[in-house]
């Protein structure tokens, strides 16, 4: 008898023993904190009003390159609806219907019944109106910054992955962009201070880039000075001013609509004493790399560091 009591004492632990088990994971599992849904979201855009996005975006349409190669960068391709007619960036944009040019075409917008349109500050004077129109059909209108810093396109990405649901994406987009900028700093460190002269439209009206510009800051990032750095924002300077400053390598920005552009830059008979024209250091850059607030900023940098430096960047 006692043999029998003993075995039954001994299942009755043992089945409690599981009981309280299962009651411990289960409380554990209702202890533990259930993941942050990721939408709605609040955010404020470039207008300074904030904005309420109830749900993941699943059709959005972008009015600007910088914002749709951004939105490309994040993985949004099966989302993007629309894009302008500048999107030339990558080449899945090209084939995306296009609903602005120099005007938006608010009818076809509306049309496309998108969830977001990615506008952009720069648009507001021209196109403020089309944003209410568009606003008024219950469509979410971000307007991102302009962008005059690499700090201020960082925000720009972030901004952009927040308002889709892509804030993780964002943010590995900008720590890489931080990581290739710092690698190439740190390859050309030292090397000496070359005088840079950036030519942004051909003679007679030229163009250059001064302080608040990208490419300010990406020639200061390389340790190079920007002979047009005394001048703010986009400037026309003489020819003669440009020969007194005397720049030892010059960069051009409209090759891609201007045959020929370094040639042309290189037999200008009032430069021949320049030292850059001496010693053939004249080079065309990929206009959209180094001036379109973007992911592909850091590849701009990496291009102007192989004109200064070919002989480390290659």
């Known amino acids: 008898m006692n043999k029998i009591f003993k075995s039954f004492l001994t299942v009755c632990m043992a089945m409690l023993l599981l009981l309280t088990v299962g ?3 289960t409380s554990k599992k209702e202890s533990t904190p259930k993941k942050k849904a990721d939408f709605p979201v609040t955010l404020t855009d470039a207008t300074k009003k904030e904005i309420i996005i109830e749900k993941k975006p699943q ?3 972008s009015l600007i390159p910088s914002n749709t190669e951004t939105a ?6 099966e989302e993007i609806i629309g894009v302008s007619e500048f999107d030339n960036y990558p080449e899945e944009a090209t084939k995306k219907e296009k609903v602005s040019g120099m005007e938006i075409n608010v009818e076809k917008i509306i049309s496309l019944d998108p969830d977001l349109v990615l506008a952009h500050e720069s648009m507001l004077g021209q196109a403020g109106q089309a944003f209410d129109q568009l606003k008024a059909s219950n469509i979410n209108v971000i307007v991102i910054s302009n962008a005059t810093s690499f700090n201020d396109v960082y925000e720009s990405i972030n901004t952009i992955g927040k308002a889709t649901g892509k804030s993780d994406e964002a943010s590995k987009i900008v720590k890489d962009m931080k990581s290739n900028i710092d690698s ?3 390859k050309v460190q030292g090397e000496g201070k070359q005088k840079v002269w950036v030519e942004v439209s051909p003679a007679p009206e030229i163009y250059t880039t001064g302080e608040g510009t990208f490419m300010h800051e990406m020639l200061s990032l390389l340790g190079a000075e920007n002979v047009a750095g005394d001048q703010k924002g986009w400037v026309k300077l003489s020819e003669e001013t440009v020969v007194q400053k005397n720049p030892d390598v010059i ?3 409209y090759g891609a609509y201007t045959p020929n552009a370094t040639q042309q830059v290189l037999d200008r008979k009032a430069w021949s004493n320049v030292n850059a024209i001496k010693n053939k250091k004249v080079f065309d850059l990929n206009d959209d790399l180094v001036s379109r ?3 592909r900023l850091a590849k701009g940098v990496e291009e102007i560091a192989k004109a200064l430096y070919p002989e ?3």
Not at 72 to 77: I, K, M, V
């Open 72 to 77: 490309f960068a994040l993985g949004l391709n």
């Open 23 to 25: 009651c411990n994971d």
């Open 59 to 61: 059709k959005i349409v």
């Open 251 to 253: 960069l051009t920005t």
């Open 293 to 295: 607030p973007g992911p």
């Open 312 to 314: 480390i960047i290659k």
């Open 184 to 186: 190439i700093k740190n």
